[in-house]
Nanobody, 115 residues
Framework: QVQLVESGGGLVQAGGSLRLSCAAS????????MGWYRQASGKQRELVARIDAGGTTNYADSAKGRFTISTDKPQNTWFLQMDSLKPDDTAVYYC?????????WGQGTQVTVFA
């Protein structure tokens, strides 16, 4: 079964940027959609950004204009470029891949934004 491996989280000052990466452990899987979710302490997991196989994207209102989701299909990798970060963006970020029959989640990467 394919696994997702995330990287790129860390500690950043407000106004800064981070780029998260999510790589599938095996090639040859045709994801129908790829996304990023986040879960702040004490809150439910929420969608941040999502892109389908056709390239259609959708973003949470909080991410619009600041975050960009992109993919490297041959490498089965996708990214979340996060700019103008705010302390409210502090959360564990999870990538998700939808394979139709089931979805796969990454292990999560911590993003902490300090004022």
């Amino acid at each position: 079964q394919v696994q997702l491996v995330e990287s790129g989280g860390g500690l950043v000052q407000a106004g800064g940027s981070l780029r998260l990466s999510c790589a599938a452990s095996r090639r040859g899987y045709a994801f129908k959609a790829m996304g990023w979710y986040r879960q702040a302490s004490g809150k439910q997991r929420e969608l941040v950004a999502r892109i389908d196989a056709g390239g259609t994207t959708n973003y949470a209102d909080s991410a619009k204009g600041r975050f960009t989701i992109s993919t490297d299909k041959p490498q089965n990798t996708w990214f979340l470029q996060m700019d103008s970060l705010k302390p409210d963006d502090t959360a564990v970020y999870y990538c998700q891949g939808a394979l139709g029959a089931y979805t796969v989640w990454g292990q999560g990467t911590q993003v902490t934004v300090f004022a």
